[in-house]
């Protein structure tokens, strides 16, 4: 049996009404949770930056962001990971220390290759995933959460990791509109 044209509009609409329930619209305020402290320094100097470029994507996108979780309207809570993936040449690379045996003066040689003219270094390849999750303050259930992911290497501007994390933060936040739970792909 054809469905005729007004039940048809009845279903846009209904399917409409369900996605506005689910898709995050930013406004009002909002507080971001910082992980918990980590214990080497330069990662927790990393972790002040990440806050910092979430805090901005969300201002952004439309939020006022206010210092206490607490008193705000969404409560945003984020993570980062980051893996090694391998060696890689790039443009630019600070020469890495690479542990050989000996070594130059006792600390590590670091590798240099000369490809038509550009000079190219050997440095490591990272992935870097962040995740942010924006409940309502007192609820446990997401209202929206997205993964975000990069590779850059270490020693370029790509790799520098507050570079990184406003990169990401801001391809999340872009993407509120959108579905949650999606993973997006930075290049």
């Known amino acids: 049996m054809p469905l005729t044209s007004a039940i048809v509009t009845a279903l846009i609409a209904l399917h409409s009404a369900a996605m506005a329930d689910t898709a995050l619209v930013p ?3 909002i507080g971001v949770v910082r ?7 330069g990662t927790a100097a990393m972790d002040v930056t990440t806050t910092e470029a979430v805090e901005g994507a969300l201002l952004d996108a439309g939020f006022t962001v206010i210092p206490s979780a607490q008193n705000a309207r969404h409560v945003a809570r984020y993570t980062v ?5 391998g060696a890689a040449l790039a443009k630019g690379a600070k020469a890495p220390a690479i542990g050989m045996p000996g070594g130059v003066n006792g600390v590590g040689a670091g590798v ?3 490809l038509g003219g550009a000079k190219m270094n050997v ?3 990272v992935e870097t995933t962040m995740t942010l999750t924006i409940t309502r303050r007192g609820e446990s259930t997401p209202t929206w959460e997205g993964r975000a992911v990069t590779y850059g290497v270490t020693g370029t501007r790509d790799g520098d990791p507050a570079i990184v994390a406003r990169k990401l933060a801001t391809a ?3 993407n509120f509109g959108a579905p949650s739970g999606l993973l997006v792909s930075v290049p």
Not at 81 to 85: E, G, H, N, V
């Open 123 to 125: 440095g490591t390849m």
């Open 81 to 85: 990971t980051r893996y090694a993936k």
């Open 172 to 174: 999340l936040t872009r």
């Open 112 to 114: 240099s290759i000369a």
């Open 35 to 41: 992980p918990a402290a980590a214990k080497d320094r």
């Open 27 to 29: 406004g009002g305020t």
